[in-house]
């Protein structure tokens, strides 16, 4: 499925440069609003969704720096600053009053839309952590593993039978997808170290799980191994939704 376009807001004094930024946005996917200093940029916040916020240190009127302030003390919108001075002590001014990343003037646009898709990446990868952390459920690929009931459901809806270190193991993996984790971490994240279990049972549990949930378990995508490292599990993971929940537990 395409990912909707992030809606960006332009806040830049200088009409060429402000213009010269929203066009290569626009001609790279994304929606943009623009401003010329801190009142435009308010009335823009309160009449559009905005999901990463530009914003130049030298603005007239009130400056980025201070706008930066305000915005982060009741928005965890994301903010990139701009200045045309390179100084540390700027730098990290404006990441001390809450801005996600900082580019000097002169730039290049496509080092500005790269860092804009690294802080909605990590922010879309935070916001997914913190519904995973909570979750009692989840989802990837189609599969639902339900902490609750303790049990792991087909994309079709079946059962699939699971020892318990087979199910603590795939709960490990669903709550840090996306990472490396090596078979000494899992003894420990599975509680499996305590049982008296070693790095190996580690490698015996995997085989196990990917006969159950990997289209062919000889050539892994969802636990993927990692040389020298351990094991990755690589679905997007997301927290189950209160209607299936409901729905699976009246099966």
Not at 56 to 62: N, R, W
Not at 92 to 118: C, H, Q, S, T, V
Request: charged share 30%; with cysteine; aromatic share 4%.
């Amino acid at each position: 499925m395409a990912q909707p376009q992030p809606n960006i807001l332009v806040v830049e004094d200088d009409r060429e440069t402000r213009s010269l930024i929203a066009k290569y946005l626009r001609n790279n996917a994304c929606n943009v609003t623009t401003a010329g200093d801190g009142r435009e940029m308010v009335r823009a916040m309160a009449d559009h969704r905005v999901d990463l916020l530009i914003l130049d240190v030298m603005l007239p009127g009130e400056d980025g720096l201070s706008l930066c302030r305000k915005v982060r003390a009741t928005s965890q919108t994301p903010i990139i600053m701009l200045t045309a001075r390179g100084e540390d002590v700027d730098r990290i001014l404006g990441l001390e009053m809450g801005a996600d990343d900082y580019l000097p003037k002169p730039f290049n646009p496509r080092e500005l839309l790269a860092r804009i898709n690294a802080v909605l990446r990590r922010q879309a990868a935070a916001r997914n952590a913190s519904a995973i952390e909570g979750a009692t459920a989840l989802t990837f690929q189609g599969w639902r593993i339900d902490f609750r009931l303790r049990e792991l459901r087909n994309p079709e809806g079946a059962k699939v039978a699971m020892t318990s270190a087979e199910f603590d193991l795939l709960r490990t993996f669903c709550e840090r997808p996306g990472r490396v984790l090596s078979r000494d971490s899992l003894l420990d994240l599975t509680g499996a170290r305590n049982a008296g279990s070693f790095e190996r049972s580690i490698d015996v549990l995997v085989s196990r799980i990917r006969r159950k949930i990997e289209p062919d378990p000889q050539e892994a995508t969802m636990i993927k191994t990692v040389r020298a490292g351990g094991y990755m599990f690589t679905p997007r993971v997301e927290a189950a939704t209160v209607e299936a929940v409901t729905a699976a537990a009246g099966n």
